[in-house]
Structure formats: C-alpha cells, structure tokens
C-alpha cells in the first residue's frame, strides 16, 4: 500500500472512529508505528488530524451558520465544561470552543492569524481573560480531569507563581505555553517548560 493510500485509509479510520490509537493503525496497516508516525505527519499539518496522546483525534471544522457542535471541543470532541472553556473568535465572525487551555493552544497555533481574539476563564476566579495575556501553568500535580498535559491559566502571574509552589509545574507566557504544548504532544522532552525565566 503506497503512503497516499495508508492516508486515505487513516482518515476513512479517524472519521469513523473519532479517535484512533497509533498502535490500532499499525495493527490494521500492518505497518510500523514510525511509519504510521510519517503518515500522519501531512494530515496533522493540513488541519485533519490533531496528535493526541498515543494517538489522533479529528479535527472538527465548524461550517459557517452550523453550531451543532458547540457543545463538544472543536480540537478533541470532548464535551465542553464552562469552567475551562477556550473560545476562539476568529476573522469570519465564527467562534470554536476547545474544552480546555491544552486543545485551545494547539487550535489556536493551527489557526494563527485567522484567530482575532481569544478568552479563557481564570483558574481561580473563573472570570473572563485574555488568552495572549494570561499566564499558564503546565504539568501540575492537580488532575483537573480533561486533557494532558494539562494547563491551568491564570490573569495574574504571582496567583500562577504561589499555584506551582504548592502544585508544581512550571509559568508560561502565552508565547511560550503555546510551543511547550505542541513540543509535548509531539514527543519533545517534558521538560521543556523550564526555561521560562523567573
């Protein structure tokens, strides 16, 4: 099977599925998962898939006027709770909802500039913040119980800075936490929050 039909097949799959493991696609291929790894590689550039952990997820596209699936994370299809809720405006007046900051991130570096505005509530205060000026907290011991890595935003960095003391994990800038999320899930090193200087 040539890799353009493997790809074919591994969306055909994702549709299907929702969701898929790495090791269910090399079963099923009956290929390597360093193979399975290239393949999917063109698809999670091209916006179809996102990288998961131990896997892919699709990638739902919201069609204009169609907000049916307002209530599930655009990013992951998990159901979406208020109280981590990343919302994405973007240039065509349309909004996506991710269910927390860790889908938010990697959708709003998939969409870049096509992203006019982005809000997520405070950890704390669940007030409405700016997601380019919020102060994010990854790999804390706290299980918030939605995606992992998790990250945790915050409007203020000392609230973010006295939550890692008690909590570990390590202060990101929006700049940084968006790299660091997308490093993590593409198999970077989990360390690679710590050269955020203090």
Not at 67 to 91: P, W
């Amino acid at each position: 099977m040539l890799p353009i039909e493997r790809q074919n097949r591994i969306k055909e799959l994702v549709r299907d599925k929702q969701n898929i493991k790495i090791t269910d696609l090399s079963e099923l291929l009956g290929v390597s998962e360093m193979t399975i790894h290239r393949d999917i590689k063109p698809l999670i550039n091209e916006g179809v898939v996102m990288k998961t952990f131990g896997g892919i997820s699709l990638v739902r596209e919201q069609q204009p006027g169609n907000h049916s699936n307002v209530e599930v994370c655009v990013f992951c299809s998990r159901k979406i709770q208020d109280r981590l809720a990343y919302r994405l405006i973007l240039s065509n007046n349309e909004t996506e909802m991710a269910c927390c900051a860790h889908c938010g991130l990697l959708r709003h570096r998939q969409l870049g500039k096509k992203v006019v505005q982005a809000i997520c509530p405070d950890f704390f205060k669940q007030t409405t913040i700016s997601a380019p000026l919020a102060w994010y907290v990854v790999d804390a011991s706290v299980d918030i119980g939605c995606c992992k890595p998790q990250v945790l935003t915050f409007e203020q960095k000392e609230p973010a800075d006295n939550f890692v003391k008690g909590f570990g994990g390590q202060v990101n800038t929006f700049s940084e936490v968006i790299e660091v999320i997308f490093q993590k899930m593409n198999g970077g090193h989990s360390c690679c929050g710590k050269h955020h200087q203090e």
